[in-house]
C-alpha cells in the first residue's frame, strides 16, 4: 500500500462507511480495527455490517487499492476516531475505547498531523485526548491540529447522509477547526458549521436528548390517556393540528445506541442541572415497564373470562420499525421480562426482520397472528400494518398499528 493519508480508527456502522467515502476520492485510506475477523472481511473486499450501498462502496475502494484495513495503526496525516463509547456501571459514559485508540497513534504523530474524534462523546473528551497527547509527546503541543466532529447519519442512509448531511466542527483552536472543516470540505456537501470542541461535544448529545425529552412527552399523554381513557393516537392527531403544536408518537419505550444512551452523558456530568433530560430518561425507561404489566393484566384478564391461559403473540424485537438492530431496544427488554415473568405462558416471538435468535425461538408473524389469543404489538414493522387481527383477538396496541 502506498503512503496512507487517513488513518480511521474504528470500522463499524460508521468508521467503515467513512473509510470507503474517503477513499472514494482517490484518497489512501488505512481502516484500523482492533477485531482481526472484522479486518480479514474488508482486505476481501467484503463488508460485516448491514447498510445499503456500503458492499458496492468498500468492494471498490479495496479492489481501485484506496483502502486496506490493519488490526494495527501506520504513519498518515490525518487519524480519525470512531470507536465505540458506551456507558458502564451506572449510565457513566465509558471513553477507555477513545483512550486505546488514541494512545496507539500517539507515538506515530508529526508536526502539521490532523486529529478527529467523531465518537460521541462526554462534554471535554476532546481536551482530554489533547492533554493526553501532550503529556507522551510534549514537542507537538502547537504543532498538531485536534478537533472534534460528531456523526448524525442515519443507519441505512448512511452512505447518502455521510456526503449531504451539514456537520458540525469544533477544533481545540480557530486553527484546529480550520484545518479540520477544510479536511471534510474535500468530502461533505451538507455545510460545515466552525465552533470549538465542547460545544461541538455537547451538540451532539444535545440532538439526541432533544428527541428523547420529545419522546417522553409523547410518551407520560400516553399514560395519562390510558387513565383518562381517550385514545392517545387520535388526541396527538388533533393537537398537531395546532400551527405550533408537534407532538411526537409514544411507543413502548426509547431503545437504540445513540437516544437512550447519550442523553446520560449529559446528566453524569451535570446531575443537578440536568432534570428534564433525565427524568425525560427515567419515563421512557418506565414506559417499558409499564408495558409489561399492560401485557400482564391483559393476560390476567383473559384467564378470568376464559378459565385458560391465553396464547401470546408479542410482536417485534427491534429498536424501531424495519430494522434489526436490538441495542438498547425496549420491545427486546419486555418481551424477556414477560417470558421470565411467566414461565408456563405460551408465547410466540416474531420479529420478521431477523431470521435466528439465540435467546428466544421466533416465529413467522402470520403463524403467530393466527394461533394467538392476545397480540401485542411492540414494534411497527411494516409487515404487521396491514394485517387483519381477526374479530375474536385481544390487541394490545403499544406502537399505533390499527
Ligand atoms: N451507528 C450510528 O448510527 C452512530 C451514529 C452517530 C454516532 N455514532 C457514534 O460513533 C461511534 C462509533 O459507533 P459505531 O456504531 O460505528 O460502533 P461499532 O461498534 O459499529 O464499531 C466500532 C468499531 O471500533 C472497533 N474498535 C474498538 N476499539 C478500537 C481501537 N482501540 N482501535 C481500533 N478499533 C477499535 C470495534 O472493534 C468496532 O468494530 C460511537 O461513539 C457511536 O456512539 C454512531
Not at 162 to 175: F, H, M, P, S
Not at 318 to 337: G, H, M, Q, T
Request: hydrophobic share 40%.
Amino acid at each position: 500500500m502506498r503512503q496512507a493519508e487517513v488513518v480511521i480508527l474504528g470500522l463499524g456502522y460508521i468508521g467503515l462507511p467513512t473509510s470507503a467515502l474517503i477513499a472514494s476520492n482517490k484518497v489512501q485510506v488505512l481502516g484500523v480495527d482492533i477485531n482481526p475477523a472484522v479486518v480479514e472481511t474488508i482486505n476481501k473486499g467484503e463488508i460485516h455490517i448491514v447498510e445499503p450501498e456500503l458492499d458496492k462502496a468498500v468492494a471498490s475502494a479495496v479492489k481501485n487499492g484506496y483502502l486496506k484495513a490493519a488490526t494495527k495503526p501506520v504513519v498518515a496525516n490525518n487519524y480519525i476516531i470512531v470507536v465505540p463509547t458506551p456507558f458502564k456501571g451506572n449510565y457513566e459514559p465509558d471513553i477507555s475505547f477513545v483512550e486505546a485508540a488514541t494512545e496507539s497513534i500517539i507515538p506515530l504523530l508529526k508536526e502539521g498531523d490532523l486529529y478527529i474524534i467523531e465518537s460521541t462523546s462526554p462534554v471535554g473528551t476532546t481536551e482530554k485526548m489533547m492533554n493526553l497527547i501532550f503529556s507522551i509527546r510534549p514537542e507537538l503541543k502547537n504543532n498538531i491540529y485536534i478537533a472534534y466532529c460528531p456523526e448524525r447519519v442515519l443507519p441505512g442512509n448512511v452512505m447518502y447522509e455521510l456526503v449531504e448531511n451539514d456537520r458540525v466542527i469544533g477544533g481545540v483552536n480557530e486553527a484546529s477547526t480550520d484545518k479540520a472543516v477544510a479536511f471534510y470540505s474535500k468530502y461533505v456537501k451538507g455545510d460545515l458549521h466552525k465552533t470549538n470542541a465542547r460545544t461541538a461535544e455537547m451538540c451532539k448529545l444535545v440532538e439526541n436528548s432533544s428527541r428523547d425529552v420529545q419522546i417522553a412527552f409523547a410518551n407520560e399523554l400516553s399514560l395519562i390517556c390510558d387513565k383518562a381513557d381517550i385514545n392517545v393516537w387520535e388526541l396527538i392527531k388533533l393537537a398537531n393540528k395546532h400551527p405550533r403544536v408537534n407532538i411526537l408518537q409514544p411507543g413502548c419505550g426509547v431503545g437504540g445506541h445513540c437516544i437512550a444512551v447519550d442523553p446520560y452523558f449529559i446528566i453524569s456530568e451535570f446531575p443537578k442541572e440536568s432534570k428534564i433530560i433525565s427524568i425525560a430518561r427515567e419515563i421512557n425507561n418506565y414506559k417499558s415497564d409499564w408495558c409489561i404489566e399492560k401485557i400482564k393484566s391483559t393476560a390476567l384478564q383473559f384467564e378470568i373470562d376464559n378459565n385458560r391461559k391465553p396464547k401470546i403473540a408479542l410482536m417485534g424485537l427491534a429498536f424501531k420499525p424495519n430494522i434489526d438492530d436490538l441495542r438498547e431496544s425496549p420491545a427486546n427488554y419486555i418481551v424477556k421480562k414477560v417470558l421470565e415473568n411467566d414461565k408456563n405462558g405460551k408465547y410466540f416471538i416474531v420479529e420478521p426482520n431477523i431470521k435466528e435468535y439465540k435467546a428466544f425461538k421466533l416465529t413467522d408473524y402470520k403463524e403467530a397472528l393466527a394461533k394467538a389469543d392476545v397480540i401485542v404489538y411492540l414494534v411497527a414493522h411494516k409487515e404487521f400494518t396491514d394485517l387483519t387481527n381477526g374479530d375474536n383477538k385481544i390487541v394490545v396496541d403499544f406502537c399505533k398499528i390499527s
